[in-house]
């Protein structure tokens, strides 16, 4: 050894014993177990995983919670006894219980190879099954859904309940996209760096304490061969120094490459050192951490009032009926939510009529838009890669939910197949913002004094998930008139770029930034939001047709009139997928009308619904561009697929380094027919976000949605008879606060 | 004389004779006369208006008011006493009285040609006046700005109050283009058919009786030279025999056309004679006609509620102060409101900052899909025809507006100069849906246990306009994080055509129907809704530069990136108002900013609002059919002008029968510099309208809006400080109702 490699050696010996001996009395950076119960609802939980990246409440003081809202006033709940009583219900822990220990016996996992269940859910009985089902008739067969991982092998399984058979239905699979990250694998992930001295000792380069770290595991799209047969995972990390709000320090430049099977670092990108961690002031969004909160009281309190109690039951957990409203409302890991069977009782014949078999988010697509090293790869998908379901955190009532709301909880699968329970996943409510469902005054000209007006009161599901900085807020909201909105709102935290630039004025090319400047030192990137709902729409029965109903500019002939143009309605049935494929133009305007032909009104129009989009944003992105071959069912804002049990999840039942050979975009390229058949509608709801100072820390919620809405479904309008408010029917309220 | 014609004259005599006794002996057709209160707000008015078509409740009941809801809780106010005390404050009862004094006086109007006021309102002191004066100071010379007729004749005259001296600053001006009809000439032409015969006659003939009948004024557009230098209107008529909706009953095909300075019939087109008036079954929407009112109730009683008061203010009558917002508020005849001097406190500095100087609806354009006779013409300017303030009744407590809501008068100005008060035209109240101002959870990967959210506030002003059978509420809604969001919404009643159709299988071509078969004999005719604002944005002062931030894909170079695409903002300033010529595009999407040059954030971002659509439509009329040449301002979505205080009414000052010589369109054509000016923005709010059996015989409310969002305003969220909700702070309520 020359004598300039020993001196290297020696640097990087020493540099490493120092990382070592640091790291060890420093901070202890033991992995924590990962824990069966992942319920952190609670400030003060045990859970392991709860408290494993408690950095910040070793160091400083608890949020004064005597003062902070009130969490959790309702009951908690086991579920230890829940029985499912409804074909749609999810599994019960007494379910998943028995699915657990029905694989514990199973040959498939007597193996020593590492195994994780990535996915647990009720394996819905057939749509005729479930649509025959009336209360009180038994339940069709329960079966599970099972997604596991035995050493590097998937396998999809149907565990029937009652036989207890065991069905492996796809698999082993690898290679062609993973599934959903377990929760165990985040955590794991996020803490696999400080394994490599290399990490650590450019973390203490960077003049950042080890103990300060925040990492988060990042999912790695697929960008080519290089990936294939390995699943793997990017990290990046930031310091949590003197605010919660990590997410506003980030490290720049460090990403390392972990195996996500065996956790080992493959790799380390260094490339910003020299970009330096920007400052903690003004980040930190805690009520308990504001100066003085007094000052911040801009208004009197405000609140939805029902003092004779919510118009809405859940019956047996997840059957809501609210006014003419019936539907089965259920907490998945992956999706979220999902609305079943919503059904609308006519005022005319009294009975429930179907509108949506099921509603439900099938997947995200978040492309960030800055092609450089440790940026280009952050093109997530959140409910295949993380679950948005999974994600969905205990709702906070009062400020998530009014004080009027009910709340569900999520029965969820740790990988270990122990049931855990996400408390207040879901609330329910019923909104007054003060709007008028319909209303007509005459006029003095035409002498009758008429004053009508209706109040619009509607029935809101929520829920929120936090995909690590962002928050996204689900509202399925159902109002009187036959209407269905759902509505996607985006808050939280953003995912930003450290630079060595600190005024705008050091910047020589504006868009080298790839974003804007929220602060010295932080790039607020530029980035896409898509959400993709699946919308298995039945009007009046499953056969249905797509009606591409199109506004178009018809010229007069000489003489004919004394305009020149006018606006007609032509309608086209789409006889194929790809006249269901869908993008929206301002200056070609059309509606879109899901029709039962086979059922009309009694002058005669065919009974239907249409989704009504309203602001959205398209996907710009190369087609060929692997992320968008991925989020190819972004190619269009509108698709419709003949009914396919299989085809649930937008971006593919393997969503994980998938390479987008299993999309909606790929199912609908076949064109089958979708005439007059059962169809499942997609709509894409789009955001583009160019961050701007004031989503700095935390960004003001900003919302779009679209509509499900009856066209010709009813014989008129079905809230033409229901009553105006009346004040003695209002409630009677006092403050008990100290007048201040 | 011969035999043929005598037969012929004598068959024409004894028709006219009968119908002539059948009208003086069946119903009273004195029109009544144009008293200058009209306010109907209460059913018991005795104003002359107010009764002057109550034929229905002639014949029926008046609706029960004892279980109508409660209308005018509040003080019945007569104004006489008000004074103004700001700057922008209308014209108060004592001004309009002084007004009427000095002109009556004026040689103008000493002419026994008759004569009628169709404006009265404050001319406005310049901007530069208004934004120097503060609390305390004198205000600027109060003046009324009056456009009257006499004879043929416009004038448009400046009375300055204090002086007494009138200005003649326009006119005496005819043919290009009238004012907004008065109230009492619109009045008028409802009766002016029954002087003709052949109408009686053919209403008779239709066997439609003649009491029964209710007609409306109809603007007439313009469509060429036969019009010009005469103005006309058209009326139309319908039966509201069995109904108050007798919109739903038109006598169909005949269209009366008027001279609207005499009142004579010119003509009458009578070509529907073979159409049935469809029949009144389900047409009524009036609550006191429902059969069963206890069936009506789907929903238990529910209230916003602030037990402690609301938490704005309105100053001086006018002044609203709201958290952190602060703006003149003014009822207009004209644009219905009009928020001036909106300024949002900054939480760093305290300090008030300018963000729109003046906003408010310039004008409506909503044109009928249907070429032919009685309908080619319909191509309504709701606030430069009819007035869209006019137009807008009282709002109806606990209905229209949540119980915390406080409400405002309008003081207008009738035809011969006397004051009348609109009572409750508009209303202010906090709104709480249970939304969400921003929030973030975060994970248990994170293992911080953090829930923070902030519910989500706003304030609302609102106004509900009937115009004729349409009804759109205008919101102008605030939120504490700065932005503003306009928003109109869509009830009321469709205009519709009478058809020998009773079902869909009868109809041939689909299209020829212009419209959808609502009910039998009943056509919802296609149209479309434009609703145009006026923006004066001075976002931290007048000079202003509107900014188009352009998404551009941009393909990576090889071997540049994993990535093959990516986007990026590429800002335009616009120089000219060519580039601040809009139309909003899915796939080569803007942000559209107004950014103040002159001042920057710490971080050196120019301070801006951006302008946020959301759902729109735009027109797809030839640019060169009439109708849309005097809609010219619906060309583009957006616009920028730079400031011109006659450029306040995007469809020309003077609207009625315009030949579009005077629109946005045509100013803009100048192509005025922009840049660093004193600007304002035109945003226009588009819909169309295929009407669907739901929108009969009342339309449950459709709406949209738009944003004004600050981006790069404030260093950072402006609510980053404020509270979440607390338990004890909200009220104690119960019901006094009987529980049910």
């Given at each position: 050894?020359?004598?300039?490699?020993?001196?290297?050696?020696?640097?990087?010996?020493?540099?490493?014993?120092?990382?070592?001996?640091?790291?060890?009395?420093?901070?202890?950076?033991?992995?924590?177990?990962?824990?069966?119960?992942?319920?952190?609802?609670?400030?003060?939980?045990?859970?392991?995983?709860?408290?494993?990246?408690?950095?910040?409440?070793?160091?400083?003081?608890?949020?004064?919670?005597?003062?902070?809202?009130?969490?959790?006033?309702?009951?908690?709940?086991?579920?230890?006894?829940?029985?499912?009583?409804?074909?749609?219900?999810?599994?019960?822990?007494?379910?998943?219980?028995?699915?657990?220990?029905?694989?514990?016996?199973?040959?498939?996992?007597?193996?020593?190879?590492?195994?994780?269940?990535?996915?647990?859910?009720?394996?819905?009985?057939?749509?005729?099954?479930?649509?025959?089902?009336?209360?009180?008739?038994?339940?069709?067969?329960?079966?599970?859904?099972?997604?596991?991982?035995?050493?590097?092998?998937?396998?999809?399984?149907?565990?029937?309940?009652?036989?207890?058979?065991?069905?492996?239905?796809?698999?082993?699979?690898?290679?062609?996209?993973?599934?959903?990250?377990?929760?165990?694998?985040?955590?794991?992930?996020?803490?696999?760096?400080?394994?490599?001295?290399?990490?650590?000792?450019?973390?203490?380069?960077?003049?950042?304490?080890?103990?300060?770290?925040?990492?988060?595991?990042?999912?790695?799209?697929?960008?080519?061969?290089?990936?294939?047969?390995?699943?793997?995972?990017?990290?990046?990390?930031?310091?949590?120094?003197?605010?919660?709000?990590?997410?506003?320090?980030?490290?720049?430049?460090?990403?390392?490459?972990?195996?996500?099977?065996?956790?080992?670092?493959?790799?380390?990108?260094?490339?910003?050192?020299?970009?330096?961690?920007?400052?903690?002031?003004?980040?930190?969004?805690?009520?308990?951490?504001?100066?003085?909160?007094?000052?911040?009281?801009?208004?009197?309190?405000?609140?939805?009032?029902?003092?004779?109690?919510?118009?809405?039951v859940i019956e047996d957990g997840h059957l809501v009926r609210w006014?003419?409203?019936?539907?089965?409302?259920?907490?998945?890991?992956?999706?979220?939510?999902?609305?079943?069977?919503?059904?609308?009782?006519?005022?005319?014949?009294?009975?429930?009529?179907?509108?949506?078999?099921?509603?439900?988010?099938?997947?995200?697509?978040?492309?960030?838009?800055?092609?450089?090293?440790?940026?280009?790869?952050?093109?997530?998908?959140?409910?295949?890669?993380?679950?948005?379901?999974?994600?969905?955190?205990?709702?906070?009532?009062?400020?998530?939910?009014?004080?009027?709301?009910?709340?569900?909880?999520?029965?969820?699968?740790?990988?270990?197949?122990?049931?855990?329970?996400?408390?207040?996943?879901?609330?329910?409510?019923?909104?007054?913002?003060?709007?008028?469902?319909?209303?007509?005054?005459?006029?003095?000209?035409?002498?009758?004094?008429?004053?009508?007006?209706?109040?619009?009161?509607?029935?809101?599901?929520?829920?929120?998930?936090?995909?690590?900085?962002?928050?996204?807020?689900?509202?399925?909201?159902?109002?009187?008139?036959?209407?269905?909105?759902?509505?996607?709102?985006?808050?939280?935290?953003?995912?930003?770029?450290?630079?060595?630039?600190?005024?705008?004025?050091?910047?020589?090319?504006?868009?080298?930034?790839?974003?804007?400047?929220?602060?010295?030192?932080?790039?607020?990137?530029?980035?896409?939001?898509?959400?993709?709902?699946?919308?298995?729409?039945?009007?009046?029965?499953?056969?249905?047709?797509?009606?591409?109903?199109?506004?178009?500019?018809?010229?007069?002939?000489?003489?004919?009139?004394?305009?020149?143009?006018?606006?007609?309605?032509?309608?086209?049935?789409?006889?194929?997928?790809?006249?269901?494929?869908?993008?929206?133009?301002?200056?070609?305007?059309?509606?879109?009308?899901?029709?039962?032909?086979?059922?009309?009104?009694?002058?005669?129009?065919?009974?239907?619904?249409?989704?009504?989009?309203?602001?959205?944003?398209?996907?710009?992105?190369?087609?060929?561009?692997?992320?968008?071959?991925?989020?190819?069912?972004?190619?269009?804002?509108?698709?419709?697929?003949?009914?396919?049990?299989?085809?649930?999840?937008?971006?593919?039942?393997?969503?994980?380094?998938?390479?987008?050979?299993?999309?909606?975009?790929?199912?609908?390229d076949r064109d089958r027919d979708i005439e007059n058949k059962d169809?499942?509608?997609?709509?894409?709801?789009?955001?583009?976000?160019?961050?701007?100072?004031?989503?700095?820390?935390?960004?003001?919620?900003?919302?779009?949605?679209?509509?499900?809405?009856?066209?010709?479904?009813?014989?008129?309008?079905?809230?033409?008879?229901?009553?105006?408010?009346?004040?003695?029917?209002?409630?009677?309220?006092?403050?008990?606060?100290?007048?201040?």
């Open positions: 050894m020359e004598q300039k490699s020993f001196f290297r050696f020696l640097l990087l010996f020493v540099t490493a014993a120092f990382v070592f001996v640091f790291t060890t009395t420093n901070f202890s950076h033991e992995p924590p177990s990962t824990a069966a119960l992942f319920d952190c609802s609670d400030a003060s939980s045990s859970s392991p995983i709860c408290a494993s990246r408690n950095f910040l409440f070793k160091k400083q003081h608890r949020p004064n919670t005597k003062n902070g809202p009130t969490t959790n006033p309702t009951r908690r709940r086991d579920h230890v006894s829940d029985v499912p009583r409804h074909p749609l219900d999810p599994l019960t822990v007494g379910e998943i219980n028995r699915v657990k220990s029905l694989l514990s016996t199973h040959a498939l996992f007597s193996s020593r190879a590492p195994h994780a269940l990535h996915s647990v859910v009720l394996e819905e009985p057939d749509k005729n099954l479930v649509k025959k089902w009336e209360k009180g008739d038994p339940l069709p067969p329960r079966k599970a859904s099972v997604i596991a991982r035995v050493g590097v092998d998937y396998h999809v399984l149907i565990v029937d309940l009652s036989s207890g058979r065991v069905e492996e239905v796809e698999g082993p699979g690898r290679g062609s996209g993973f599934p959903t990250m377990t929760l165990e694998e985040m955590n794991d992930a996020t803490w696999a760096p400080f394994s490599s001295a290399d990490f650590n000792r450019t973390i203490v380069s960077r003049g950042v304490d080890l103990s300060d770290v925040a990492c988060l595991p990042l999912s790695s799209g697929w960008f080519g061969k290089s990936e294939e047969n390995r699943r793997v995972m990017k990290v990046q990390c930031y310091s949590s120094q003197g605010t919660a709000n990590f997410y506003m320090r980030p490290i720049e430049g460090l990403t390392v490459l972990l195996d996500l099977d065996t956790m080992e670092v493959i790799e380390i990108s260094d490339t910003g050192r020299v970009i330096p961690v920007p400052g903690s002031t003004n980040t930190d969004y805690r009520y308990a951490r504001a100066s003085n909160p007094e000052e911040t009281r801009l208004l009197n309190p405000i609140s939805i009032e029902q003092p004779r109690g919510p118009s809405f006014a003419n409203w019936e539907f089965h409302l259920k907490p998945d890991p992956r999706a979220g939510v999902v609305i079943s069977r919503a059904r609308v009782r006519d005022p005319e014949t009294r009975e429930l009529r179907e509108v949506m078999y099921k509603g439900f988010v099938s997947e995200l697509f978040v492309p960030y838009m800055d092609p450089t090293d440790a940026w280009y790869f952050k093109t997530y998908m959140d409910a295949g890669e993380y679950g948005f379901g999974l994600q969905a955190m205990p709702l906070v009532p009062l400020n998530d939910c009014p004080r009027n709301a009910e709340y569900m909880d999520g029965v969820f699968t740790a990988a270990d197949g122990t049931p855990y329970v996400r408390e207040n996943m879901v609330c329910v409510f019923e909104s007054y913002a003060g709007d008028i469902a319909w209303r007509h005054s005459e006029s003095p000209i035409t002498g009758l004094p008429i004053r009508e007006v209706r109040p619009k009161v509607t029935l809101v599901v929520r829920m929120a998930a936090s995909v690590a900085n962002y928050d996204y807020i689900i509202d399925w909201e159902f109002q009187t008139d036959g209407l269905i909105r759902a509505k996607v709102g985006l808050s939280g935290i953003l995912m930003v770029k450290g630079t060595a630039y600190e005024n705008k004025n050091q910047v020589k090319e504006q868009e080298e930034l790839h974003g804007t400047l929220l602060s010295e030192n932080v790039i607020g990137v530029i980035h896409d939001h898509f959400v993709t709902f699946h919308l298995d729409l039945d009007v009046d029965g499953s056969n249905n047709s797509f009606v591409k109903v199109n506004l178009k500019k018809e010229e007069t002939s000489p003489g004919e009139s004394p305009r020149k143009s006018y606006l007609k309605a032509v309608r086209n049935v789409a006889k194929t997928e790809k006249d269901g494929q869908i993008k929206l133009k301002l200056y070609d305007p059309s509606e879109f009308h899901v029709i039962n032909a086979g059922k009309t009104t009694r002058v005669g129009n065919p009974t239907g619904y249409k989704v009504v989009p309203s602001g959205t944003a398209a996907s710009l992105l190369d087609h060929d561009d692997p992320p968008q071959k991925r989020g190819g069912f972004t190619n269009n804002q509108i698709w419709v697929t003949p009914y396919n049990k299989s085809e649930q999840w937008a971006g593919g039942l393997f969503t994980y380094q998938s390479k987008g050979e299993d999309t909606l975009a790929v199912w609908s169809i499942v509608v997609w709509y894409t709801l789009g955001f583009h976000h160019i961050p701007c100072q004031e989503d700095f820390p935390i960004m003001p919620t900003v919302s779009s949605s679209f509509d499900l809405k009856p066209v010709n479904f009813f014989e008129r309008n079905p809230i033409l008879r229901v009553a105006p408010n009346f004040e003695q029917d209002l409630p009677v309220c006092r403050s008990d606060a100290i007048p201040g």
